[in-house]
C-alpha cells in the first residue's frame, strides 16, 4: 500500500506563490509518474499538471500553463507543484496521484488513470 502526503498549501495574495509537495511512503514514487489534481467547491476534480517518472515529460492543463511547474526528486521520493502568478481562481483542493501503469515515459490525464491519491491541501487565492 502506498500513501501520498500532500504539502505546502495555504492563502496566498493573487499574484503570489506557492510550493506545494507530494510525498510517497510505503512505495518509490520514481517508478511512477505522477499528477496534480485541483477540486474547488461544487466543481469536478480536474487535471493541474503530470509528470513522468523520469521527469523527462511533464504535462499541464491550458488553464495553469506557464504559471505553474511540475517536477521530481526522486531521490527524496517528492513530487512538487510551483505556482506562480496564482489567481482566485486557482483556489482548490490539490491532490496529488500515482497512475495504475508503472514507468514509461508518458503522463495521463484521466482521473480514471490514477490508482492511489493523497488527503489533498488546500490553496486560497486572495484579491
Known amino acids: 500500500q502506498v500513501q501520498l502526503v500532500e504539502s505546502g498549501g495555504g492563502l496566498v495574495q493573487a499574484g503570489g506563490s506557492l510550493r506545494l509537495s507530494c510525498a510517497a511512503s510505503g512505495r518509490t514514487l520514481s517508478s511512477y509518474a505522477t499528477g496534480w489534481f485541483r477540486q474547488a467547491p461544487g466543481k469536478e476534480r480536474e487535471f493541474v499538471a503530470g509528470?513522468?517518472?523520469?521527469?523527462?515529460?511533464?504535462d499541464y492543463a491550458d488553464s495553469v500553463k506557464g504559471r505553474f511547474t511540475i517536477s521530481r526528486d526522486n531521490a527524496k521520493n517528492t513530487v512538487y507543484l510551483q505556482m506562480d502568478s496564482l489567481k482566485p481562481e486557482d483556489t482548490a483542493v490539490y491532490y496529488c496521484?500515482?497512475?495504475?501503469?508503472?514507468?514509461?515515459?508518458?503522463?495521463?490525464?484521466?482521473?480514471?488513470?490514477?490508482?492511489?491519491w493523497g488527503q489533498g491541501t488546500q490553496v486560497t487565492v486572495s484579491l
Open positions: 509528470i513522468s517518472w523520469s521527469g523527462g515529460t511533464t
Open positions: 496521484a500515482i497512475p495504475f501503469s508503472i514507468g514509461g515515459s508518458r503522463t495521463f490525464r484521466r482521473r480514471d488513470e490514477y490508482r492511489y
